[in-house]
């Protein structure tokens, strides 16, 4: 166990602006089976084995499962799809089952593959390679192989859940979808308070309030770099500043271009709609 240098990141839910509705439905899946080990072991129910954390860019998916295996106290391997690649023949397989590995030794454990679809790309696509095929094949097995899978949950993030290959998301894999969509006015506002609580914001109810009407439809992370170019603006201004302005964060808009559009919406919701049929 001395190998394994695993831990729990220090993030809580309160950590996450909004984003109730996922909360619940992480909280459901992957702390019932902990807190209610002896009524699943009872009615003979096998825990879920993954989830895919689906959304546009900067809307808190990475920081989403972070809290998850913080708040549930569960250990925490987190990998990001293109790292998994080698250009030696083998080792990306290799990679995959020492995750999986590590995962079982230290359960219970999340698994945490960011940009998933890096490496799950559809089979049947002409334009994955030899090697994507073969660690997306290592991977299935690791989920459904000889050794089983216990005490260990998978969370797939990715922006473009199209393009994953549909054996990963049939029933005992990663069976369940979360849409963790743009933040509301409310989760804007928790966001804003959370990121000025050392700013002094003069009448700081109201402008907060005021600052959730102005960004609508800006991601978590577009939020957050607002705040931060406003402070960086009061600075420049004066370099023993104790207060943020307003004019701070007029100025800051400037130079913020929002990346969600209409478009990539209703591409979620296109895929939404589609597994909601099937």
Same mark, same amino acid.
């Given at each position: 166990?001395?190998?394994? =240098?695993?831990?729990?990141?220090?993030?809580?839910?309160?950590?996450?602006?909004? @984003?109730?509705?996922?909360? $619940? @439905?992480?909280?459901?899946?992957?702390?019932?089976?902990?807190?209610?080990?002896? *009524?699943?072991?009872?009615?003979?129910?096998?825990? +879920?084995?993954? &989830?895919?954390?689906?959304?546009?860019?900067?809307?808190?998916?990475?920081?989403?499962?972070?809290?998850?295996?913080?708040?549930?106290?569960?250990?925490? &391997?987190?990998?990001?799809?293109?790292?998994?690649?080698?250009?030696?023949?083998?080792?990306?397989?290799?990679?995959?089952? /020492?995750?999986?590995?590590?995962?079982?030794?230290?359960?219970?454990?999340?698994?945490?593959?960011?940009?998933?679809?890096?490496?799950?790309?559809?089979?049947?696509?002409?334009?994955?390679?030899?090697?994507?095929?073969?660690?997306?094949?290592?991977?299935?097995?690791? #989920?459904?192989?000889?050794?089983?899978?216990?005490?260990?949950?998978?969370?797939?993030?990715?922006?473009?859940?199209?393009?994953?290959?549909?054996?990963?998301?049939?029933?005992?894999?990663?069976?369940?979808? =979360?849409? =963790?969509?743009?933040?509301?006015? /409310?989760?804007?506002?928790?966001?804003? $308070?959370?990121?000025?609580?050392?700013?002094?914001?003069?009448?700081?109810?109201?402008?907060?309030?005021?600052?959730?009407?102005?960004?609508?439809?800006?991601?978590? *992370?577009?939020?957050?770099?607002?705040?931060?170019?406003?402070?960086?603006?009061?600075?420049? /201004?004066?370099?023993?500043?104790?207060?943020?302005?307003? $004019?701070?964060?007029?100025?800051?808009?400037?130079?913020?271009?929002?990346?969600?559009? +209409?478009? #990539?919406?209703?591409?979620?919701?296109?895929?939404?709609?589609?597994?909601?049929?099937?």
């Amino acid at each position: 166990m001395k190998e394994l =240098v695993l831990e729990v990141p220090k993030v809580s839910w309160d950590d996450i602006g909004g @984003q109730e509705d996922v909360k $619940e @439905q992480l909280k459901e899946m992957v702390e019932l089976p902990i807190t209610a080990a002896e *009524s699943f072991r009872r009615l003979g129910i096998s825990a +879920p084995k993954g &989830l895919l954390l689906y959304g546009p860019p900067g809307c808190s998916k990475t920081l989403t499962a972070k809290a998850l295996a913080s708040e549930s106290g569960l250990n925490f &391997l987190a990998i990001k799809g293109p790292e998994i690649f080698n250009k030696y023949v083998g080792e990306s397989e290799k990679t995959i089952r /020492e995750i999986f590995h590590k995962a079982r030794m230290s359960a219970p454990s999340i698994i945490f593959i960011d940009e998933i679809d890096a490496i799950a790309t559809n089979r049947d696509d002409d334009g994955s390679g030899h090697v994507s095929k073969q660690v997306l094949n290592t991977m299935l097995n690791e #989920m459904d192989g000889v050794e089983e899978l216990k005490g260990v949950v998978i969370i797939g993030a990715t922006n473009r859940p199209d393009v994953i290959d549909p054996a990963l998301l049939r029933p005992g894999r990663l069976d369940t979808r =979360v849409y =963790v969509s743009p933040p509301d006015k /409310e989760a804007r506002y928790q966001i804003f $308070e959370k990121n000025t609580k050392n700013y002094n914001l003069q009448n700081k109810e109201s402008f907060l309030t005021k600052l959730s009407d102005m960004t609508d439809g800006f991601s978590g *992370s577009e939020c957050v770099f607002l705040c931060r170019k406003a402070g960086v603006n009061a600075v420049k /201004e004066e370099r023993d500043c104790k207060i943020v302005k307003e $004019e701070h964060f007029l100025e800051a808009f400037k130079g913020i271009q929002k990346n969600i559009t +209409p478009e #990539m919406l209703e591409y979620y919701r296109d895929f939404e709609s589609k597994y909601a049929v099937a």
